[in-house]
């Protein structure tokens, strides 16, 4: 008999049935589709809820990133810089405005971009027209000395927060520092929707100019007119519905999170050569996938593989984007650490349905490698 699945990160409804009684909301007044009451009130709550003006609820966080880039007005042959570690959701967008990324090593500190790298990027290319800051796997940038060389360059920031929602910088939620902030509701994310994304800013005006271009740009006109290029990017009213119960226990899923965080913190850091993701003093991460990197004679292959032997999902740390072959052609700037830490670094299946026997049972079997 196949041993019960434990998944990496997976979606956990509500056992309060919140997303329930919206789904039903909408399917009671037969607004299912395209927009209704959920849509605007998600977005009202989410904007709350993080702190900021407005915000735009999408079809996906990819979507948001690139109505984001946008409102930046990116276009063929602007250049961007984002961080090489990183999904290629991050990137594409930029690919899809003809525009060029410039890929930013990490920092070890943080295992986000690294302002040093940044700034010496900044002197190659001081004609970029916007940086894209992830907050990878919930730990935060270090925001206040790349904003600090960001606006030395007046350039527009752009925050992909879309692993880090409940997660903060100093006390301020990550996603609401830059211009533009982006949230994913995968169904692999803290809080999701299914599929979906939102995209947040303080500047009212911009935000409902992307909600126009996310409807195909439809003119106020009688007849079907378009005075722009629009886009399907709106996110529906019954997904939305899922999205305002989500947003309810937001708080409850980080809970969890840095939960099992402690617990394999707790039980495997004395193991040679394990080392954790970095928590900074000034970090209140969300804490989505833990993460580790190891040395020695254990590698994350050996990990991954154990762990897949008994019906267990993990990962390896996202491939550097400038290591991709389809990006390849484009610079890089750094060291490689972000190299460094995709060889040695894996994801740990952090799912907010996992028991303390779950935990056990993945903690006992990466043990075993280790004796």
Not at 79 to 96: E, G, K, M, Q, R
Not at 159 to 185: C, I, P, R
Not at 244 to 265: A, H, N, S, T
């Given at each position: 008999?196949?041993k019960?699945?434990?998944?990496?990160?997976?979606?956990?409804?509500?056992?309060?049935?919140?997303?329930?009684?919206?789904v039903?909301?909408a399917?009671?007044?037969?607004?299912?589709?395209p927009?209704g009451?959920?849509?605007?009130?998600?977005?009202?709550?989410?904007?709350?809820?993080?702190?900021?003006?407005?915000?735009?609820?999408l079809?996906?966080?990819?979507?948001?990133?690139?109505?984001?880039?946008?409102?930046?007005?990116?276009?063929?042959?602007?250049?961007?810089?984002?961080?090489?570690?990183?999904f290629?959701?991050?990137?594409?967008?930029i690919?899809?405005?003809?525009?060029t990324?410039?890929?930013?090593?990490?920092?070890?500190?943080?295992?986000?971009?690294?302002?040093?790298a940044?700034?010496?990027?900044?002197?190659?290319?001081?004609e970029?027209?916007?940086?894209?800051?992830?907050?990878?796997?919930?730990l935060?940038?270090?925001?206040?000395?790349?904003?600090?060389?960001?606006?030395?360059?007046?350039?527009?920031?752009?925050?992909?927060?879309?692993?880090?929602?409940?997660?903060?910088?100093?006390?301020?939620?990550?996603?609401?520092?830059?211009?533009?902030?982006?949230?994913?509701?995968?169904?692999?994310?803290?809080?999701?929707?299914?599929g979906?994304?939102?995209?947040v800013?303080?500047?009212?005006?911009?935000?409902?100019?992307?909600?126009?271009?996310?409807?195909?740009?439809?003119?106020?006109?009688?007849?079907?007119?378009?005075?722009?290029?629009?886009?399907?990017?709106?996110?529906?009213?019954?997904?939305?519905?899922?999205?305002?119960?989500?947003?309810?226990?937001?708080?409850?899923?980080?809970?969890?999170?840095?939960?099992?965080f402690?617990?394999?913190?707790?039980?495997?850091?004395?193991?040679?050569?394990?080392?954790?993701?970095?928590?900074?003093?000034?970090?209140?991460p969300?804490?989505?996938?833990?993460?580790?990197?190891?040395?020695?004679?254990?590698?994350?292959?050996d990990?991954?593989e154990?762990?897949?032997?008994?019906?267990?999902?993990?990962?390896?740390?996202w491939?550097?984007?400038?290591?991709?072959?389809?990006f390849?052609?484009?610079?890089?700037?750094?060291?490689?650490?972000?190299?460094?830490?995709?060889?040695?670094?894996?994801?740990?299946?952090?799912?907010?349905?996992?028991?303390?026997?779950?935990?056990?049972?993945?903690?006992?079997?990466?043990?075993?490698?280790?004796?």
């Amino acid at each position: 008999m196949a041993k019960q699945r434990i998944f990496l990160s997976s979606p956990h409804m509500s056992e309060e049935g919140y997303e329930q009684q919206y789904v039903q909301e909408a399917f009671d007044t037969n607004w299912i589709a395209p927009l209704g009451t959920n849509v605007n009130e998600f977005e009202k709550e989410l904007a709350t809820k993080v702190g900021v003006k407005s915000a735009a609820a999408l079809s996906s966080g990819t979507a948001a990133l690139h109505l984001a880039l946008r409102a930046a007005e990116v276009g063929e042959g602007d250049i961007v810089f984002c961080p090489s570690l990183t999904f290629s959701a991050t990137v594409n967008p930029i690919i899809y405005q003809n525009a060029t990324p410039v890929f930013i090593d990490s920092d070890e500190k943080t295992w986000n971009i690294s302002p040093e790298a940044l700034e010496l990027a900044f002197r190659k290319y001081p004609e970029v027209k916007a940086v894209i800051v992830v907050h990878l796997y919930g730990l935060s940038a270090d925001m206040d000395r790349i904003l600090e060389i960001c606006n030395k360059h007046n350039v527009v920031v752009i925050e992909d927060a879309a692993e880090s929602l409940g997660g903060y910088y100093k006390g301020k939620q990550t996603g609401t520092f830059g211009d533009y902030g982006v949230f994913s509701f995968n169904g692999n994310k803290i809080i999701t929707t299914s599929g979906g994304g939102m995209l947040v800013s303080n500047d009212e005006e911009k935000i409902s100019k992307v909600r126009f271009w996310s409807t195909q740009s439809r003119d106020q006109a009688r007849h079907y007119q378009h005075s722009e290029l629009g886009y399907n990017y709106r996110m529906s009213n019954v997904l939305a519905g899922i999205g305002r119960g989500q947003l309810k226990v937001l708080e409850k899923r980080v809970e969890k999170k840095k939960y099992i965080f402690e617990y394999y913190k707790r039980e495997l850091e004395k193991l040679k050569g394990i080392s954790f993701m970095p928590i900074n003093t000034w970090d209140k991460p969300n804490y989505w996938l833990t993460s580790l990197t190891v040395s020695g004679k254990v590698r994350p292959i050996d990990i991954i593989e154990a762990l897949e032997s008994e019906n267990i999902e993990s990962r390896p740390i996202w491939k550097p984007m400038h290591k991709q072959p389809f990006f390849r052609e484009y610079d890089f700037i750094g060291e490689g650490i972000s190299e460094r830490l995709f060889e040695t670094g894996v994801c740990l299946p952090s799912d907010t349905k996992m028991t303390d026997n779950d935990l056990a049972r993945t903690i006992n079997i990466i043990k075993r490698l280790w004796y």
